[in-house]
């Protein structure tokens, strides 16, 4: 799913201080380094780290990602420097603290056959949304409240953070605008469904979010789905008095449910579980 990065110049030799930062970086396993690894590792001043990063990016030995970022281009990538890594590991250092949610997470996990072109990055800092060798990398800014339910998944060797199978899903019906609309989301719970998802989190995860349309949507469709949700009762308990659009990426048209104080704006028979 990589993209590749287009060097500009056939790369240029290395001083003798730059291949010892390099070996010593690359053989602790680091792909992505900082201007304040160069500096510890070289035990040179700030200003002094960044030159010699600029030379590196110019020779092309680095790629700079993100401001103060730069990605190592490896012996293997040739002498023209055409290379990139694995997109996960690019969006770890978008944001800190972060997860991949949504869209991606789906992905992940095997919920979706779709491969999103996108990154979902979640975080509850300030963040910007940006484009790094060709692959989107969407920012989601979330409250500390709803900053949870992720594990460290390892990348290449290299630790970062994921939503759960359970957090993927509530994240979604959260927000599903960022994973393709409500028939994505119906269609990762089938499956998650098949994966032994353990809908008692799911229901304690929704409970911790607090969102009335999110609970709502994840009722609904498990209802829809002939998904048995063991705190379905609480969760019915705990609906919110407005109405909530049953999927927001779509018309607002559609008939009102005051069983589940959803307005139902996708046809139900599409949400079904033979639904392609």
């Known amino acids: 799913m990589s993209s590749t990065q287009q060097a500009k110049n056939i790369r240029k030799g290395l001083s003798t201080r730059e291949s010892r930062l390099l070996s010593h970086l690359a053989a602790e396993g680091h792909q992505i380094i900082s201007i304040d690894d160069i500096e510890a590792t ?9 030159e010699i990063a ?7 030995w680095l790629d700079r990602l993100l401001p103060g970022k730069y990605l190592i281009i490896p012996l293997a990538a040739g002498e023209e420097a055409v290379y990139t890594t694995h997109e996960y590991l690019i969006a770890s250092h978008v944001a800190e603290p972060m997860y991949i949610g949504y869209y991606s997470a789906l992905s992940h996990h095997g919920l979706t056959k779709q491969v999103p072109r996108t990154v979902y990055v979640v975080t509850p800092t300030r963040a910007q949304s940006r484009e790094i060798h060709g ?7 979330v409250t500390e409240r709803k900053f949870f339910g992720y594990e460290s998944t390892s990348i290449e060797g290299t630790a970062v ?3 759960d199978l359970e ?5 979604c019906a959260d927000h599903p605008e960022y994973c393709g609309g409500v028939r ?18 799911v229901g304690e995860y929704l409970q911790r979010l607090d969102n009335g349309a999110a ?32 999927d927001p990426t779509r018309s607002e048209q559609g008939t009102y449910d005051s069983a589940y104080r959803l307005r139902i704006n996708v046809d139900p028979d599409t949400l079904g579980p033979t639904e392609s």
């Not at 600029?54 to 092309?60: A, M, N």
């Not at 957090?167 to 994240?171: A, E, F, N």
């Open 42 to 50: 070289l035990e040179v001043t700030s200003n002094t780290a960044r």
């Open 135 to 141: 692959v989107p990398y969407q920012v989601a800014m």
């Open 215 to 246: 609970t709502k949507r994840i009722v609904y469709l498990a209802d829809q789905l002939n998904i048995d949700l063991p705190t379905r009762e609480a969760l019915v308990e705990s609906f919110t008095s407005g109405y909530s659009l049953l």
């Open 184 to 201: 994505e989301l119906a269609k990762a719970m089938v499956v998650a469904d098949e994966q032994d998802c353990s809908w008692v989190t």
């Open 167 to 171: 957090k993927t899903l509530v994240d």
């Open 54 to 60: 600029s030379r590196l990016t110019e020779k092309g």
């Open 161 to 163: 953070n994921v939503a």
